[in-house]
């Protein structure tokens, strides 16, 4: 059984820093690459960046820059430091793991999320 499970949330001022981890119990981020998204109120989830098999990464315009995607194969566990951040940032995040979904657009497997919050 799969489980994917996120952590490091919480509240930070704004320009302060967060990093977020999300674990994964039946896959290998060695296998497949990784995902996060993030939903704020009232919005749709949004990605914001990913992590490919290979290594390569790819962020929302929006974070570029200021968020970095990185994983640790002994720990199986892919993390998101996030920088400078802004109160725009405030939302739950989620990690994204697994092989293609259905729709080809998302992975298989979401976290429960973690929330967090900026504060101006």
């Known amino acids: 059984q799969v489980q994917v499970v996120e952590s490091g949330g919480g509240l930070v001022q704004r320009g302060g820093s967060l990093r977020l981890s999300c674990a994964a119990s039946g896959i290998s981020f060695g296998r497949y690459g990784a995902a996060w998204y993030r939903q704020a109120p009232g919005y749709q989830r949004e990605w914001v960046a990913s992590l490919a098999v290979g290594g390569a990464t790819r962020y929302a315009d929006s974070v570029q820059g200021r968020f970095a995607i990185s994983r640790d194969m002994v720990k199986n566990t892919v993390s998101l430091q996030m920088n400078s951040l802004k109160p725009e940032d405030t939302a739950v995040y989620y990690c994204?793991?697994?092989?293609?979904?259905?729709?080809?657009?998302?992975?298989?497997?979401w976290g429960q999320g973690t929330q967090v919050t900026v504060s101006s």
């Open positions: 994204n793991a697994g092989p293609l979904g259905e729709s080809g657009d998302t992975r298989k497997y």
